[in-house]
């Protein structure tokens, strides 16, 4: 019983994985790769580009108490930020349960390396390689009370909250950028979904806290 990595040897890419049988979940997950019907669909593509040699699969934590599984589980994932994994938080993980120490500072370290600097796809862009270049701003630069969100709460500041297809609640964010840094998530699929333009977004419901 305990935590795998399935990791591509040639981009250290990885999918992360939990099991109380972890020879038996690895063998299961041989097998779907091979029959070409991995339920991650990215691990897939992956594996019939690569091949089967050029992915390792290796026990990292061996747990020895059942109830803990899912919570050292949800650790790594927000330490490694799994590629691989469609969903990005384990199920039920963290359901009704506060985070730990240990935890937030996992998720603080997690947060300091998204978008600063080198890690920023466009550092060191600016004039016309910028995207942004020649394109009016929103609001055309208007500030203060001439701005149409002049006075509303910013959505970065609701707390949200992520359920699975039956309405179980999983997580609670406290914030729309927490969520999104978290789960590797665009800000559009996470917010629509609370503003109900989507159902869904990436396997799951999300909603701002009342």
Request: charged share 30%.
């Amino acid at each position: 019983m305990g935590i795998y990595f399935i990791e591509n040897k040639n981009n250290g890419k990885i999918y992360i994985g939990s099991s109380v049988n972890i020879k038996q979940r690895i063998s299961k997950h041989k097998s779907d790769l091979r029959k070409n019907k991995h339920h991650s669909c990215i691990l897939q593509r992956a594996w019939n580009k690569y091949g089967e040699e050029s992915f390792e699969f290796k026990l990292v934590e061996e747990v020895f108490e059942k109830n803990k599984l899912k919570k050292i589980e949800h650790l790594y994932f927000i330490k490694y930020n799994p590629h691989y994994n469609i969903e990005k938080i384990p199920n039920n993980g963290f359901l009704g349960k506060t985070h730990s120490k240990e935890t937030k500072d996992l998720i603080s370290k997690s947060k300091k390396g998204l978008g600063i600097g080198y890690a920023n796809p466009m550092f060191g862009k600016t004039g016309t390689n910028h995207h942004n270049y020649g394109k009016k701003m929103p609001q055309n630069g208007k500030s203060g009370v001439e701005n149409w969100n002049y006075g509303k709460p910013s959505v970065n500041r609701k707390k949200v909250q992520q359920f699975d297809l039956d309405g179980k609640l999983l997580f609670e964010f406290e914030s729309l950028k927490d969520a999104c840094q978290i789960l590797n998530i665009h800000k559009t699929y996470i917010s629509g979904c609370c503003n109900g333009k989507f159902k869904k977004a990436k396997g799951f419901i999300f909603k701002y806290k009342i």
